[in-house]
């Protein structure tokens, strides 16, 4: 009896029926695609997090450059004759970049909530060649800022530049190895502390034609390639650095002596994470920590764009949507409720108990919302596969100031000096392709939103109906 | 059947103030009477009905029936008895629209069955059956808005009688028919309450069939008087 007069009701005001349901569904497919898309974003966010840091990194810790020092990094300085002819290499921490401590890794390591620590070294490898332009002949121009060679003498030079990393290599698990696989030769596990060996970006030793076997020139020395290692993120991404080499063997070419540029700290777990980094930042109050979420927000172009979509304009969207089906669901609801005064009066009056009434207004109400919830989840998953099959490719600009590993990139020459004033800012791009995950969780929340509309319309609408005095509802058609 | 004393009735309202519906009605139904109560329009009959029906509850004094002072009860224990002894018709028949014939007899014997010991085929012959005793077996399909006002109100009589009542209240029952459906419906009630000797209290305006009744009752400004 129940589900008969619930079906013919419904069915029997079919336009009210079909508003509260299409209201309901607009919303529920909302929530659902807005869900959906912000979770993409938010995988594509910790992809592009991950191919910076490592995967597993919760806190990474540099040294912040000091005001004005936005020049050359430390480890050595080019000497220049003007117009004389020279070929000189110089290996040193990239623009941005400092070096600090080594053993500021055994005291993160040794902090609460610190599950595992690793410290690398970003450097810039320079080789300069040619003729130093008279600067004297030459009208003061700014400094060159594409890295091709300066512009201003007129004699030519150029000058090569690629980014080299100092790792553990017996520490996989955390930091910029764990963003890359060995697809070529060995890894640098294979190696000792000190071998003059390297591993190549697959990108970058396409780029030089370099491959396994053949040596490179860093810092002066020539390595041995043993390995190319292409990045987790696919085929063509760039890793984070053009070349890697033990980490004692870096910091023997720079002269950069138990020196390193960043530690990838791992904390116990995600609750930690805020403690870990204020921990850091009491031991070693000159360094900066960054957690997760502070690299979340250098992260800019399209992916960011989305984000802040999804974020904002989605998620009050369909608040707003929301609020609004609720509040037709209500009102069409308690609309019904008045318009069948004396149907409900009459059931009461021949002895159908006030939870009876209720239960019959809400189950309406309830199937109502499920119809529309159901085809929301439907509407909300064609859209999403829809989503999925455009293929959306999303832009995720790295901006750094301090980070480790910045490419290479801007500046003159070292020597000549970079801008002063602030530090460098460097950026890193990484695109991706948008893939908003379809779980059943975020169907079962749509239709959960949809049972609370219809609950939430069924308790406004049985309360109502519940208030109604059999004598009154007769006298009033009386 | 019923036994009242000094039933009183007072509405506040905010043009008129306090109305008094009822004034200190004293009134005895015997078990199997069949009575008419008339009057004027606001003179007090639907309130008598009301409370007779155990849908309202007096200002001051007693309704005694079915073993219990109704005046005294709670809502819930009046919903009880309205599924259980009373049989409610009704001027508009007041059929659920959307239900058919047989659905809406079946709506009338829910309450009694809350147990659930009766199942939903044995509700449904027992619907039919009903409606068969008002000529109506052959209208079980039917939606109200497909049958005339003289076959709603028979639904509404099988209605109220599904549930084997104690007592058959009727409000205005034959008001919205015409003469021809008037005494059909009147021999209806005329039948049920002499074969199965069911107490019948009938408000009606129409003399005609008030006549008819063996007991007939006047209410105005809220006092009842009996009538020859």
């Given at each position: 009896?129940?589900?008969?007069?619930?079906?013919?009701?419904?069915?029997?005001?079919?336009?009210?029926?079909?508003?509260?349901?299409?209201?309901?569904?607009?919303?529920?497919?909302?929530?659902?695609?807005?869900?959906?898309?912000?979770?993409?974003?938010?995988?594509?966010?910790?992809?592009?997090?991950?191919?910076?840091?490592?995967?597993?990194?919760?806190?990474?810790?540099?040294?912040?450059?000091?005001?004005?020092?936005?020049?050359?990094?430390?480890?050595?300085?080019?000497?220049?004759?003007?117009?004389?002819?020279?070929?000189?290499?110089?290996?040193?921490?990239?623009?941005?970049?400092?070096?600090?401590?080594?053993?500021?890794?055994?005291?993160?390591?040794?902090?609460?909530?610190?599950?595992?620590?690793?410290?690398?070294?970003?450097?810039?490898?320079?080789?300069?060649?040619?003729?130093?332009?008279?600067?004297?002949?030459?009208?003061?121009?700014?400094?060159?800022?594409?890295?091709?060679?300066?512009?201003?003498?007129?004699?030519?030079?150029?000058?090569?530049?690629?980014?080299?990393?100092?790792?553990?290599?017996?520490?996989?698990?955390?930091?910029?190895?764990?963003?890359?696989?060995?697809?070529?030769?060995?890894?640098?596990?294979?190696?000792g502390d000190t071998d003059a060996v390297a591993v190549l970006d697959s990108v970058y030793a396409s780029e030089v034609g370099l491959a396994?076997?053949?040596?490179?020139?860093?810092?002066?020395?020539?390595?041995?390639?043993?390995?190319?290692?292409?990045?987790?993120?696919?085929?063509?991404?760039?890793?984070?650095?053009?070349?890697?080499?033990?980490?004692?063997?870096?910091?023997?070419?720079?002269?950069?002596?138990?020196?390193?540029?960043?530690?990838?700290?791992?904390?116990?777990?995600?609750?930690?994470?805020?403690?870990?980094?204020?921990?850091?930042?009491?031991?070693?109050?000159?360094?900066?920590?960054?957690?997760?979420?502070?690299?979340?927000?250098?992260?800019?172009?399209?992916?960011?764009?989305?984000?802040?979509?999804?974020?904002?304009?989605?998620?009050?969207?369909?608040?707003?949507?929301?609020?609004?089906?609720?509040?037709?669901?209500?009102?069409?609801?308690?609309?019904?409720?008045?318009?069948?005064?004396?149907?409900?009066?009459?059931?009461?009056?021949?002895?159908?108990?006030?939870?009876?009434?209720?239960?019959?207004?809400?189950?309406?109400?309830?199937?109502?919302?499920?119809?529309?919830?159901?085809?929301?989840?439907?509407?909300?998953?064609?859209?999403?596969?829809?989503?999925?099959?455009?293929?959306?490719?999303?832009?995720?600009?790295?901006?750094?100031?301090?980070?480790?590993?910045?490419?290479?990139?801007?500046?003159?020459?070292?020597?000549?000096?970079?801008?002063?004033?602030?530090?460098?800012?460097?950026?890193?791009?990484?695109?991706?392709?948008?893939?908003?995950?379809?779980?059943?969780?975020?169907?079962?929340?749509?239709?959960?939103?949809?049972?609370?509309?219809?609950?939430?319309?069924?308790?406004?609408?049985?309360?109502?109906?519940?208030?109604?005095?059999?004598?009154?509802?007769?006298?009033?058609?009386? | 059947?019923?036994?009242?004393?000094?039933?009183?009735?007072?509405?506040?309202?905010?043009?008129?103030?306090?109305?008094?519906?009822?004034?200190?009605?004293?009134?005895?139904?015997?078990?199997?009477?069949?009575?008419?109560?008339?009057?004027?329009?606001?003179?007090?009959?639907?309130?008598?009905?009301?409370?007779?029906?155990?849908?309202?509850?007096?200002?001051?004094?007693?309704?005694?029936?079915?073993?219990?002072?109704?005046?005294?009860?709670?809502?819930?224990?009046?919903?009880?008895?309205?599924?259980?002894?009373?049989?409610?018709?009704?001027?508009?028949?007041?059929?659920?629209?959307?239900?058919?014939?047989?659905?809406?007899?079946?709506?009338?014997?829910?309450?009694?069955?809350?147990?659930?010991?009766?199942?939903?085929?044995?509700?449904?012959?027992?619907?039919?059956?009903?409606?068969?005793?008002?000529?109506?077996?052959?209208?079980?399909?039917?939606?109200?808005?497909?049958?005339?006002?003289?076959?709603?109100?028979?639904?509404?009589?099988?209605?109220?009688?599904?549930?084997?009542?104690?007592?058959?209240?009727?409000?205005?029952?034959?008001?919205?028919?015409?003469?021809?459906?008037?005494?059909?419906?009147?021999?209806?009630?005329?039948?049920?309450?002499?074969?199965?000797?069911?107490?019948?209290?009938?408000?009606?305006?129409?003399?005609?069939?008030?006549?008819?009744?063996?007991?007939?009752?006047?209410?105005?400004?809220?006092?009842?008087?009996?009538?020859?």
């Amino acid at each position: 009896m129940f589900t008969t007069y619930l079906r013919r009701e419904l069915s029997g005001r079919r336009k009210q029926t079909a508003i509260v349901a299409i209201g309901m569904a607009v919303a529920i497919a909302l929530v659902i695609i807005v869900n959906a898309f912000a979770a993409g974003v938010r995988d594509a966010q910790s992809e592009a997090l991950a191919s910076v840091y490592g995967v597993g990194t919760d806190v990474t810790v540099t040294q912040a450059p000091e005001a004005g020092s936005g020049g050359p990094g430390q480890g050595g300085q080019f000497q220049f004759e003007e117009g004389a002819e020279l070929s000189q290499e110089r290996l040193s921490t990239g623009m941005g970049t400092t070096a600090f401590a080594s053993s500021d890794l055994a005291t993160i390591t040794d902090l609460d909530g610190v599950a595992a620590a690793v410290a690398t070294l970003s450097l810039e490898n320079s080789s300069f060649s040619g003729e130093v332009p008279d600067q004297s002949a030459t009208p003061q121009n700014g400094p060159p800022t594409d890295g091709s060679g300066g512009s201003g003498g007129p004699s030519s030079f150029s000058i090569d530049r690629f980014s080299v990393t100092g790792v553990d290599a017996s520490s996989d698990a955390l930091g910029p190895l764990t963003t890359m696989a060995v697809t070529d030769g060995e890894g640098l596990s294979s190696a000792g502390d000190t071998d003059a060996v390297a591993v190549l970006d697959s990108v970058y030793a396409s780029e030089v034609g370099l491959a396994v076997g053949d040596t490179i020139s860093v810092g002066g020395t020539e390595l041995t390639v043993i390995g190319i290692a292409t990045s987790t993120s696919g085929e063509g991404v760039a890793t984070e650095s053009n070349v890697y080499v033990p980490l004692a063997l870096a910091q023997s070419l720079s002269g950069l002596t138990d020196q390193v540029s960043t530690v990838y700290v791992q904390a116990t777990s995600a609750d930690a994470v805020s403690g870990v980094a204020d921990a850091i930042s009491t031991a070693l109050p000159d360094l900066s920590v960054e957690t997760q979420e502070d690299l979340a927000s250098s992260v800019t172009g399209s992916l960011s764009s989305a984000s802040d979509l999804a974020s904002s304009l989605g998620r009050w969207l369909s608040i707003a949507v929301l609020a609004a089906a609720f509040g037709l669901a209500v009102l069409f609801t308690v609309a019904g409720v008045n318009r069948r005064t004396r149907e409900l009066g009459t059931l009461k009056a021949i002895g159908w108990s006030r939870r009876r009434v209720i239960g019959q207004v809400a189950g309406e109400s309830l199937v109502q919302s499920l119809i529309g919830g159901a085809i929301g989840a439907v509407v909300g998953l064609l859209a999403i596969i829809g989503l999925n099959l455009a293929s959306i490719t999303l832009t995720a600009a790295q901006a750094a100031t301090a980070g480790p590993g910045a490419p290479p990139g801007g500046g003159g020459p070292g020597g000549a000096g970079g801008p002063g004033g602030a530090a460098e800012t460097t950026t890193s791009a990484v695109d991706l392709v948008l893939h908003a995950p379809i779980s059943p969780q975020i169907v079962a929340i749509a239709l959960g939103v949809a049972v609370v509309g219809g609950l939430l319309a069924g308790a406004v609408g049985g309360w109502r109906a519940a208030r109604l005095s059999p004598a009154v509802a007769l006298r009033s058609i009386a | 059947m019923y036994s009242i004393t000094g039933l009183t009735k007072t509405y506040a309202t905010k043009e008129r103030g306090t109305i008094s519906a009822l004034a200190g009605v004293d009134l005895e139904i015997a078990d199997g009477e069949l009575v008419s109560i008339q009057g004027p329009t606001g003179g007090g009959k639907s309130t008598l009905l009301q409370m007779l029906g155990a849908l309202d509850r007096p200002t001051d004094g007693s309704i005694k029936a079915f073993d219990h002072d109704l005046a005294a009860l709670s809502d819930a224990e009046l919903t009880t008895i309205r599924a259980q002894s009373i049989g409610f018709v009704f001027q508009h028949y007041n059929l659920i629209p959307t239900l058919t014939a047989a659905e809406n007899v079946e709506a009338a014997i829910l309450p009694v069955n809350s147990g659930g010991k009766v199942t939903a085929q044995a509700r449904a012959e027992r619907a039919r059956e009903v409606l068969a005793q008002v000529g109506l077996a052959d209208r079980a399909t039917h939606r109200p808005a497909e049958l005339s006002g003289g076959q709603q109100q028979r639904v509404a009589i099988a209605r109220a009688l599904v549930k084997r009542p104690e007592v058959l209240l009727a409000d205005e029952p034959t008001g919205n028919l015409d003469e021809a459906m008037r005494d059909e419906i009147w021999d209806v009630i005329e039948t049920l309450h002499a074969e199965r000797g069911l107490t019948v209290v009938l408000v009606t305006h129409d003399t005609a069939i008030a006549r008819r009744t063996p007991r007939r009752l006047r209410i105005a400004n809220g006092r009842l008087t009996e009538l020859d």
